[in-house]
């Protein structure tokens, strides 16, 4: 039954019409790739991807592209050639990795980031830096102010570059807001109203938890490893490929700002067990084709096993809205 699910969710993911094969990739670098050293060489990527429905020549490409955008650069072995994540590629992987792996939600500080356009700005350049603050998780008050609860505004900037928005820095004014002692105030709940669509990212979180929902309670009715080690590795990477880009677009509000029954809790939870679930199947998948251009196959990092191990009150449990 739960290969059967798994294999399902393969095969939707395998039938979409249009898929980011660079976004799949990042995914994997993120969650596979980088616990193991960082680096792996094109063809073992290509073994990895295929079975999701990505092309050999699709993988070359976004690769190449990765390599332009400065995620990835190339080392060669001989006629074969490692690809690693750059300086800036490993950053963005490691700030990303402190949310996708957390086990509760930050802690607010009451203090909100500013990001404001105190230079001219063309439509193009404002359309420009509101997607890549969009990705952020950035909401925004009227045209001229981008706001956070929490992102590290240097790692802001940083990102922007990376994005090929550096020119527009200078343009910019990034603000720490003073603390705020009034705890839930109504200014607050209605700002965050007018700077995110909560109802809308609400609706995703939902859908995903849906989704999932009854593959996990089959694996939870199934002893020991009841996914191939294949089917482990996919199912592993769709879902933390699917929570990342979730996360993307959440600003990860403080829980006091946020609805009691906000899905988002639900999706945390379920990635924590799905992974304890997956791990160790599908990291003997990564055992016997994740590889090097030199032939090496790198061990995994204690940093893999920290993730999402702490113990959950709420695993073996009913998820959240199912009766």
């Known amino acids: 039954m739960p290969a059967t699910l798994a294999q399902a969710h393969i095969d939707a993911f ?9 976004s799949v990739i990042i995914s994997v670098f993120g969650d596979a790739v980088y616990p193991r050293g960082g680096r792996i060489w094109l063809g073992s990527l290509i073994r990895l991807l295929q079975p999701l429905g990505i092309s050999e020549r699709l993988i070359r490409t976004s690769v190449f592209r990765l390599v332009q955008e400065g995620w990835l650069r190339t080392e060669a ?28 939600p930050p802690v607010w500080d009451r203090r909100w980031r500013l990001i404001l356009t105190v230079g001219d700005v063309t439509a193009r350049e404002r359309e420009l830096l509101r997607r890549a603050m969009f990705w952020q998780g950035f909401g925004q008050l009227g ?14 900037s940083d990102a922007l570059l990376t994005d090929g928005l550096g020119e527009l820095l200078h343009k910019l004014m990034p603000l720490l807001a003073v603390e705020n ?53 996919l199912l592993r990477t769709l879902i933390i490929h699917e929570y990342r880009r979730l996360l993307l677009r959440d600003p990860e509000l403080p829980a006091e700002l946020l609805p009691h029954d906000w ?14 679930r997956l791990l160790p199947a599908s990291e003997r998948h990564l055992d016997s084709h994740l590889q090097c251009a030199n032939g090496d196959v790198p061990a995994a990092r204690e940093l893999l096993h920290q993730r999402f191990q702490a113990e959950d009150p709420f695993a073996d449990l009913p998820l959240p809205g199912n009766h």
Request: a neutral charge; aromatic letters at 10%.
């Open 14 to 22: 395998c039938q979409q019409s249009r898929v980011r094969a660079g």
């Open 77 to 104: 072995h001989g006629r074969k050639a490692d690809y690693l994540l750059t300086a800036a590629g490993q950053q963005r992987i490691e700030d990303a990795a402190r949310h996708i792996y957390a086990s509760s």
């Open 143 to 156: 045209g001229d102010c981008f706001i956070h609860p929490s992102a590290d505004l240097a790692a802001a």
């Open 181 to 233: 002692h009034f705890g839930n105030s109504a200014r607050d709940v209605d700002m965050i109203l007018h700077a995110w669509n909560l109802e809308q990212l609400g609706a995703s979180y939902t859908a995903f938890v849906e989704r999932y929902r009854p593959l996990l309670e089959a694996l939870r009715h199934q002893a020991g490893d009841t996914l191939g080690n294949e089917h482990a590795f």
């Open 263 to 276: 899905p988002g809790n639900e999706a945390r939870i379920m990635c924590r067990e799905f992974y304890r």
